[in-house]
């Protein structure tokens, strides 16, 4: 599967970006996907996570309530919105998957992912 993710910018703290990716080729609805980001000189950290069926959504304790991963099966595309942005949360957020045909599993950790996208830059101004 080849991953595009798109939408970063420029945001004032306090702002929102909605990021997408698109994802193409054989079966492309069946992997689980996340949003993965890597800030300079830090190592790379799962922000959201979700299930094929999408059902099923992770967060970690930095972005819950604050970022919503979501997708369109039908158009292979998964979203990152991502509202009350801070500066901290400046980074290069890269799209990954794995396929799994359990409707309802999802992968936290980002060496759990077998293919990724390019990462699109996200900075957050304070």
């Known amino acids: 599967v080849q991953l595009q993710a798109s939408g970063g910018g420029l945001v004032q703290a306090g702002g929102s970006l909605r990021l997408s990716c698109a994802a193409s080729?054989?079966?492309?609805?069946?992997?689980?996907m996340g949003w993965v980001r890597q800030a300079p000189g830090k190592e790379r950290e799962s922000v959201a996570a979700?299930?094929?069926?999408?059902?099923?959504?992770y967060y970690p304790d930095s972005v819950k309530g604050r970022f919503t991963i979501s997708r369109d099966n039908a158009k292979n595309t998964v979203y990152l919105q991502m509202n009350s942005l801070k500066p901290e949360d400046t980074a290069v957020y890269y799209c990954?998957?794995?396929?799994?045909?359990?409707?309802?599993?999802?992968?936290?950790?980002?060496?759990?992912?077998?293919?990724w996208g390019q990462g699109t830059l996200v900075t957050v101004s304070s």
């Open positions: 080729g054989s079966a492309a609805s069946t992997y689980a």
């Open positions: 990954a998957a794995r396929q799994d045909y359990m409707p309802s599993y999802y992968y936290t950790e980002p060496y759990e992912y077998d293919y």
């Open positions: 979700i299930s094929w069926s999408g059902a099923n959504t």
